[in-house]
Nanobody, 119 residues
Framework: QVQLVESGGGLVQAGGSLRLSCAAS????????MGWFRQAPGKEREFVAR????????SYADSVKGRFTISRDNAKNTAYLQMNSLKPEDTAVYYC????????????WGQGTQVTVSS
């Protein structure tokens, strides 16, 4: 089992920045990749970014490319999402998730953290 706890959400004006953190505990040695997802009111959950836990390769949704940066600190078992140039359409609950088998399915999810961007 892997437990995930997000933090760092909040209210920010358009153009501002936030950094989300996702602390992992439990069987962290089994993590293959970590991902960030978000869900806005009335919309389906969507992929934001992911990072390979060991190699560090990254991938981003087109909507955030160039504005968001995903990173990880293996020593702290923590993944981060640095969000710059935030837009009102980035408003959502942000979730981190862990893939522990490398097959691309995220079996573990955090509780989510609210990000609200005002115009």
């Amino acid at each position: 089992q892997v437990q995930l706890v997000e933090s760092g959400g909040g209210l920010v004006q358009a153009g501002g920045s936030l950094r989300l953190s996702c602390a992992a505990s439990g069987r962290t040695f089994s993590i293959y990749r970590m991902g960030w997802f978000r869900q806005a009111p009335g919309k389906e959950r969507e992929f934001v970014a992911r990072i390979a836990w060991r190699g560090g390769s990254t991938s981003y949704a087109d909507s955030v490319k160039g504005r968001f940066t995903i990173s990880r600190d293996n020593a702290k078992n923590t993944a981060y999402l640095q969000m710059n140039s935030l837009k009102p359409e980035d408003t959502a609950v942000y979730y981190c998730a862990a893939d522990d088998d490398g097959f691309g399915t995220y079996d573990y999810w955090g509780q989510g953290t609210q990000v609200t961007v005002s115009s």
